[in-house]
């Protein structure tokens, strides 16, 4: 199964409502990424966050890593259509020569 | 500072051809990765390479092979193609293997009629 898994798959929201996404993930980790993806396009990096932070914040998104849960997650505030994307967690997995290993990713649709 | 590069933009192929596809790192990146991401689904890793030399594989057959040339440029090559290769490829770069945000280029759409 997926080192990191991304809950819910699809999030349906309106402009201006909060987004959270959650990625869970099974082994020990150094750190953890969230990245987006536009339709077609590669995955633009948004936050890394560190096994030993609790929580980071970058402009309107703020993660969440808690290690005894092996869970994080992305909130975005006050949603904007231009969000709309996938969203994928990556952690870094030994068993992967220390390469990072993405989720199936949150597909985010945020609706004017 | 120009980002990662692919190159094609697409790519049409048969069954049993052979694909090469190209990707020019962040100028002072060593590390390149590719990924395979099938239409609707997450990213697949397929190499890494670092410093020229192949560093990890995933779970992939050897029929996908790669190189990566003195000036960190790196070639993804998939011989005897078959149709479950149809999937947008992508390239990433990034300084150090470990704790640095990967840089991702656009991809390559490859299509296998």
């Known amino acids: 199964s997926q080192q990191g898994e991304e809950d819910p798959q699809a999030l349906s929201i309106q402009e201006g409502e909060n987004a959270t996404m959650n990625c869970s993930y099974k082994t020990s980790i150094n750190n953890l990424q969230w990245y987006r993806q536009n339709s077609g396009r590669g995955l633009v990096h948004l936050i890394l966050?560190?096994?030993?932070?609790r929580e980071k914040h970058s402009g309107r998104l703020r993660v969440t890593l808690d290690t005894s849960k092996k869970s994080s997650s992305l909130l975005i505030t006050a949603s904007r259509a231009a969000d709309t994307a996938s969203y994928f967690c990556?952690?870094?997995?030994?068993?992967?020569?220390?390469?990072?290993?993405f989720g199936p990713g949150t597909r985010l649709s945020v609706l004017p | 500072e120009a980002g990662v590069t692919q190159s094609p933009t697409h790519l049409i192929k048969t069954r049993g051809q052979q694909a090469t596809l190209r990707c020019s790192p962040i100028?002072?990146?060593?590390?390149v990765y590719w990924y395979q991401q099938a239409l609707g689904l997450g990213l697949q890793f397929l190499l890494w390479y670092d410093e020229g030399e192949e560093r990890n594989r995933g779970n992939f057959p050897p029929r996908f092979s790669g190189r990566q040339f003195p000036n960190y440029s790196s070639e993804l090559n998939v011989n005897a193609l078959e149709l479950e290769d149809s999937a947008l490829y992508l390239c990433?770069?990034?300084?150090?293997?470990?704790?640095?945000?990967?840089?991702f280029g656009d991809g390559t759409r490859l299509s296998i009629l």
């Open positions: 966050i560190r096994s030993n932070e």
């Open positions: 990433a770069s990034s300084f150090e293997v470990h704790a640095q945000p990967q840089h």
């Open positions: 990556a952690t870094d997995d030994d068993n992967y020569g220390q390469n990072f290993v």
């Open positions: 100028s002072g990146h060593t590390s």
